[in-house]
Protein backbone atom coordinates (compact mmCIF):
# COMPACT_ATOMS: atom_id res chain seq x y z
CA UNK A 1 0.00 0.00 0.00
CA UNK A 2 1.49 3.60 -1.17
CA UNK A 3 0.30 5.88 1.16
CA UNK A 4 1.99 8.70 -0.33
CA UNK A 5 1.41 9.02 -4.47
CA UNK A 6 3.75 11.64 -5.86
CA UNK A 7 2.77 12.78 -9.99
CA UNK A 8 4.20 12.82 -11.80
CA UNK A 9 6.72 10.46 -11.87
CA UNK A 10 8.87 11.64 -14.30
CA UNK A 11 9.04 15.48 -16.09
CA UNK A 12 11.03 16.59 -19.00
CA UNK A 13 11.16 20.37 -19.28
CA UNK A 14 12.70 22.90 -21.67
CA UNK A 15 14.42 25.85 -19.23
CA UNK A 16 12.08 28.54 -18.49
CA UNK A 17 9.15 26.49 -18.15
CA UNK A 18 7.01 25.97 -14.44
CA UNK A 19 6.07 22.95 -13.25
CA UNK A 20 4.38 21.17 -10.33
CA UNK A 21 4.58 18.56 -8.51
CA UNK A 22 2.28 16.94 -6.57
CA UNK A 23 2.09 14.28 -3.58
CA UNK A 24 -1.50 13.20 -2.10
CA UNK A 25 -2.95 11.00 0.42
CA UNK A 26 -6.17 9.61 1.74
CA UNK A 27 -4.04 10.05 5.55
CA UNK A 28 -3.65 13.23 7.15
CA UNK A 29 -0.27 14.04 8.06
CA UNK A 30 1.68 15.82 10.96
CA UNK A 31 4.50 17.30 8.39
CA UNK A 32 5.15 16.99 5.02
CA UNK A 33 8.64 17.56 4.00
CA UNK A 34 10.57 17.85 0.22
CA UNK A 35 13.32 16.75 -0.59
CA UNK A 36 15.70 17.03 -3.75
CA UNK A 37 17.88 13.87 -4.48
CA UNK A 38 20.77 14.33 -7.10
CA UNK A 39 22.30 10.38 -8.74
CA UNK A 40 24.24 8.40 -6.25
CA UNK A 41 23.69 10.84 -3.15
CA UNK A 42 21.57 11.13 -0.42
CA UNK A 43 18.52 13.43 0.08
CA UNK A 44 19.06 16.96 0.56
CA UNK A 45 15.58 19.01 2.89
CA UNK A 46 14.34 21.40 0.87
CA UNK A 47 11.52 22.25 3.71
CA UNK A 48 8.81 21.21 6.25
CA UNK A 49 5.67 22.36 6.32
CA UNK A 50 3.20 21.53 9.20
CA UNK A 51 0.47 23.89 9.10
CA UNK A 52 -2.38 23.30 7.29
CA UNK A 53 -2.39 25.64 4.51
CA UNK A 54 1.07 26.50 4.99
CA UNK A 55 2.75 27.84 1.58
CA UNK A 56 6.72 28.51 2.03
CA UNK A 57 9.00 29.72 -0.82
CA UNK A 58 12.71 29.38 -1.83
CA UNK A 59 13.57 31.15 -4.27
CA UNK A 60 12.17 30.15 -7.69
CA UNK A 61 10.30 26.85 -5.86
CA UNK A 62 6.78 27.51 -3.56
CA UNK A 63 5.79 24.61 -1.55
CA UNK A 64 2.09 24.71 -0.11
CA UNK A 65 0.38 22.11 2.22
CA UNK A 66 -3.32 21.41 2.27
CA UNK A 67 -5.75 22.54 4.60
CA UNK A 68 -6.42 19.09 5.75
CA UNK A 69 -2.88 18.04 5.99
CA UNK A 70 -3.01 15.24 3.36
CA UNK A 71 -1.54 16.75 0.58
CA UNK A 72 1.41 18.86 -1.08
CA UNK A 73 2.74 20.20 -4.15
CA UNK A 74 6.19 22.41 -5.38
CA UNK A 75 5.66 24.30 -8.00
CA UNK A 76 8.93 25.91 -9.76
CA UNK A 77 8.85 29.31 -11.62
CA UNK A 78 11.40 29.58 -14.41
CA UNK A 79 13.04 25.92 -13.71
CA UNK A 80 17.01 26.14 -14.30
CA UNK A 81 19.23 23.39 -15.84
CA UNK A 82 20.57 22.96 -11.87
CA UNK A 83 16.88 22.30 -10.61
CA UNK A 84 17.31 18.58 -12.42
CA UNK A 85 16.68 15.82 -9.69
CA UNK A 86 14.57 13.89 -8.11
CA UNK A 87 11.85 15.22 -5.95
CA UNK A 88 10.66 13.65 -3.08
CA UNK A 89 7.93 14.58 -0.48
CA UNK A 90 7.85 12.65 3.31
CA UNK A 91 5.52 12.65 5.63
CA UNK A 92 5.52 11.70 9.25
CA UNK A 93 2.26 10.14 10.87
CA UNK A 94 3.18 11.23 14.19
CA UNK A 95 4.24 14.32 15.77
CA UNK A 96 6.73 12.37 18.12
CA UNK A 97 8.80 10.35 15.84
CA UNK A 98 11.15 11.09 12.48
CA UNK A 99 10.03 8.18 10.80
CA UNK A 100 8.95 9.42 7.32
CA UNK A 101 6.57 7.77 4.76
CA UNK A 102 8.05 8.67 0.95
CA UNK A 103 6.41 8.78 -2.33
CA UNK A 104 8.12 6.87 -5.50
CA UNK A 105 9.56 10.72 -6.10
CA UNK A 106 9.53 12.66 -9.43
CA UNK A 107 12.04 12.91 -11.84
CA UNK A 108 12.77 16.20 -13.31
CA UNK A 109 14.93 16.90 -16.03
CA UNK A 110 15.04 20.20 -17.25
CA UNK A 111 16.94 20.87 -20.54
CA UNK A 112 19.11 23.98 -21.28
CA UNK B 1 28.20 20.12 4.53
CA UNK B 2 26.40 17.48 6.10
CA UNK B 3 26.02 17.03 9.07
CA UNK B 4 25.63 12.83 8.74
CA UNK B 5 28.68 11.47 7.42
CA UNK B 6 28.70 7.51 5.79
CA UNK B 7 31.80 5.07 5.16
CA UNK B 8 32.27 3.62 2.46
CA UNK B 9 30.52 5.74 0.22
CA UNK B 10 31.19 2.64 -2.18
CA UNK B 11 31.30 -1.13 -1.36
CA UNK B 12 31.45 -4.11 -3.49
CA UNK B 13 30.84 -7.46 -1.53
CA UNK B 14 30.79 -11.51 -1.98
CA UNK B 15 27.65 -12.96 -0.60
CA UNK B 16 29.95 -14.84 1.69
CA UNK B 17 31.49 -11.87 2.71
CA UNK B 18 30.98 -9.64 6.77
CA UNK B 19 31.06 -5.84 6.11
CA UNK B 20 30.21 -2.64 8.42
CA UNK B 21 28.66 0.33 6.89
CA UNK B 22 28.95 3.53 9.42
CA UNK B 23 27.08 6.36 10.32
CA UNK B 24 28.23 9.21 12.26
CA UNK B 25 26.24 12.54 13.04
CA UNK B 26 27.60 15.92 14.34
CA UNK B 27 24.09 17.72 14.76
CA UNK B 28 23.43 16.62 18.08
CA UNK B 29 20.45 14.38 17.53
CA UNK B 30 19.16 12.00 19.69
CA UNK B 31 17.25 9.45 16.95
CA UNK B 32 19.18 7.58 14.14
CA UNK B 33 17.84 5.63 10.99
CA UNK B 34 19.05 3.21 8.12
CA UNK B 35 16.87 3.48 4.99
CA UNK B 36 17.40 1.40 1.95
CA UNK B 37 16.81 2.55 -1.77
CA UNK B 38 16.45 0.30 -4.31
CA UNK B 39 15.50 1.23 -8.31
CA UNK B 40 12.19 2.72 -8.55
CA UNK B 41 10.99 1.79 -5.38
CA UNK B 42 10.07 4.65 -2.56
CA UNK B 43 12.69 4.86 0.20
CA UNK B 44 12.01 1.96 2.57
CA UNK B 45 12.86 2.45 6.33
CA UNK B 46 15.21 -0.38 7.67
CA UNK B 47 15.58 0.60 11.65
CA UNK B 48 15.26 3.51 14.03
CA UNK B 49 17.40 4.12 17.06
CA UNK B 50 15.67 6.56 19.19
CA UNK B 51 17.70 7.46 22.35
CA UNK B 52 19.96 4.57 21.68
CA UNK B 53 17.40 1.90 21.55
CA UNK B 54 16.16 -0.62 18.60
CA UNK B 55 12.56 1.29 18.35
CA UNK B 56 11.55 -0.09 15.07
CA UNK B 57 12.66 -3.06 12.75
CA UNK B 58 10.47 -2.98 10.00
CA UNK B 59 10.57 -7.00 8.85
CA UNK B 60 14.31 -6.37 7.44
CA UNK B 61 16.57 -10.07 7.55
CA UNK B 62 18.82 -11.29 10.16
CA UNK B 63 21.51 -10.49 7.40
CA UNK B 64 21.77 -7.10 8.23
CA UNK B 65 22.49 -6.19 11.57
CA UNK B 66 21.86 -2.64 12.73
CA UNK B 67 24.36 -1.39 15.62
CA UNK B 68 24.16 2.15 17.77
CA UNK B 69 26.93 1.95 20.41
CA UNK B 70 25.93 5.93 21.21
CA UNK B 71 23.73 8.30 19.91
CA UNK B 72 26.33 9.87 17.65
CA UNK B 73 27.10 6.36 15.77
CA UNK B 74 25.17 3.92 13.61
CA UNK B 75 26.32 0.59 12.24
CA UNK B 76 24.76 -1.57 9.97
CA UNK B 77 26.44 -5.41 10.09
CA UNK B 78 26.24 -7.06 6.38
CA UNK B 79 26.77 -10.60 6.44
CA UNK B 80 25.50 -13.08 3.71
CA UNK B 81 23.96 -10.77 1.17
CA UNK B 82 21.98 -12.04 -1.70
CA UNK B 83 22.71 -9.67 -5.00
CA UNK B 84 19.08 -8.23 -4.36
CA UNK B 85 20.88 -6.47 -1.65
CA UNK B 86 22.53 -4.61 -3.47
CA UNK B 87 21.03 -0.63 -3.53
CA UNK B 88 22.03 2.67 -2.16
CA UNK B 89 21.81 2.61 2.08
CA UNK B 90 20.88 6.10 4.06
CA UNK B 91 21.57 6.95 7.33
CA UNK B 92 19.86 9.73 8.68
CA UNK B 93 19.21 11.69 11.96
CA UNK B 94 17.17 13.96 13.98
CA UNK B 95 15.97 15.13 17.17
CA UNK B 96 13.14 12.82 18.78
CA UNK B 97 10.04 14.53 19.77
CA UNK B 98 11.14 17.64 17.28
CA UNK B 99 7.84 18.73 16.14
CA UNK B 100 9.12 19.39 12.26
CA UNK B 101 10.03 15.55 12.41
CA UNK B 102 12.80 17.01 10.14
CA UNK B 103 15.46 14.37 9.37
CA UNK B 104 18.65 14.68 7.61
CA UNK B 105 20.11 12.28 5.31
CA UNK B 106 24.21 11.18 4.97
CA UNK B 107 25.31 10.89 1.76
CA UNK B 108 24.62 7.33 1.26
CA UNK B 109 26.54 4.23 1.07
CA UNK B 110 26.20 2.32 -2.27
CA UNK B 111 26.60 -1.13 -1.97
CA UNK B 112 26.78 -3.87 -4.77
CA UNK B 113 26.73 -7.43 -4.38
CA UNK B 114 28.13 -9.87 -6.46
Known amino acids: TQLLEQSPQFLSIQEGENLTVYCNSS?????LQWYRQEPGEGPVLLVTVVTGGEVKKLKRLTFQFGDARKDSSLHITAAQPGDTGLYLCAGARSSNTGKLIFGQGTTLQVKP | ETGVTQTPRHLVMGMTNKKSLKCEQHLGHNAMYWYKQSAKKPLELMFVYSLEERVENNSVPSRFSPECPNSSHLFLHLHTLQPEDSALYLC?????????????FGEGSWLTVV
Open chain 2, 92 to 104: ASSSAGSLRNTIY
Open chain 1, 27 to 31: SVFSS
